[in-house]
DNA sequence: TATTTTACTGAACACCGTTTATATTTTTGC
DNA sequence: GCAAAAATATAAACGGTGTTCAGTAAAATA
């Protein structure tokens, strides 16, 4: 009998359209709209249903979590395209800027925010895949670039945290609002992204000054 | 009749009431524990009197936000010591740091909630004067430290902002929890802070070898 | 002393996440 | 087919949030 088989199925649909819902709500009203009453109202069910099918709101932000995830490494998948590891370093920090900016509340969820990755280390044995994975990928390409004789005598571990905390801290002061809130931004009244994009160009430029001769 | 002035003195000592009680539950427990309910039993009044002394909640953190800003404030007091700029603009970001890690709360308030600054584009006439000098001052350094030789042929502007977007970086992925749960850093068990520093170190290199030969 | 102004509060409104007892439906075992 | 058991859903409540407003008590004014 397929009853035991059928109710999973419709287990994970649920859970599906919860998901649904919350990721819904949190595109169009933003993180703080997400509550656990908006979703069953769009689900069309009580509150206390969605606790049937997930733990805690934790439960349902870290499933957007990694949604967000999904979402960001596809910004990334072009890189391959670019056989020179530091040209393809500075297009990695493109990408990253870009899916800041194009998708800042999905960033703020991923990176800004404490709740999420406080439910990782409660929860997932302290193992941040996505994370690993993702600055892996960074690591990598800093090691590559050293062989083409770029950052000599720099360890890249430290340099590739260093490059990660550089353009997060553009991304974040761009989103939380602080950057554009400095007097020369303001005066010269310069859109947010120009400010953004015109610190990253330095950043390429200190890092490209990194090369043996 | 000084019934008048009395009052006056009344109600900002109200104010002043009410602000130390948002502040020592802020540092006691958490942003997140300063509610109007709770500063309203702190200092034995009904909710509804604090709106009476504040328009509302916004306008108490604003408070808290200046208050931080005094105290980081203290923390850059002993840079004039330093003579050569390079070396004092390295001593500010360590002073940076050690403000991050000392009271990682008050700098999570003054640089990575949208709140705060919201306030101010709303209310404050768009002017975040604090914020203004701390940057002018991180640009002033710079300007000094291209006079010395370093960082030729690079906006002060442009660079400044790339500076504290850095260290903004390293202290945020901190504080937000991100930085010590990648990989590396869980495998070789370092600390927070050694993850920190050690990425800050890389940058001091970096900026180092910025220099006109 | 009577009136006006000021200071304060209880109660309510509309939210929030979460739990529990209860009711309904579905599946199981006979 | 029918009763017992299991699964599913919910209403209602608990304790929390920011904020408003009508009403009361106290103080200042005339």
């Not at 439910?119 to 990598?140: C, M, N, P, S, V």
Request: net charge neutral; glycine share 6%.
């Amino acid at each position: 009998m397929g009853v035991k088989e059928r109710k999973e199925r419709d287990k994970l649909e649920m859970r599906g359209r919860i998901l649904e819902s919350a990721h819904r709500l949190f595109l169009e009203r933003g993180f703080d709209d997400i509550s656990i009453r908006n979703i069953a109202e769009a689900i069309e069910y009580s509150p206390a249903t969605i606790y049937l099918y997930f733990k805690d709101k934790n439960e349902i932000i870290h499933a957007l979590h990694q949604d967000g995830f999904r979402l960001m490494n596809e910004h990334f998948q072009h890189l391959t395209a670019f056989p020179r590891p530091f040209e393809r370093l500075i297009e990695m920090g493109k990408a990253y800027i870009r899916f800041a900016t194009t998708h800042p509340q999905v960033y703020s969820l991923l990176f800004m925010r404490g709740e999420p990755i406080e439910h990782i280390i409660h929860w997932l044995q302290d193992e941040w895949l996505e994370g690993d994975r993702a600055f892996e990928t960074l690591k990598q390409t800093v090691m590559l670039c050293k062989k083409d004789g770029y950052f000599p005598g720099y360890d890249p571990q430290a340099l590739s945290m260093l490059i990660w905390s550089s353009i997060h801290g553009i991304c974040a002061l761009r989103i939380s609002g602080h950057m554009n809130h400095v007097k020369p931004a303001r005066d010269q009244n310069l859109s947010l992204d120009d400010v953004m994009l015109s610190t990253f160009d330095v950043f390429t430029q200190v890092l490209g000054n990194l090369k043996k001769q």
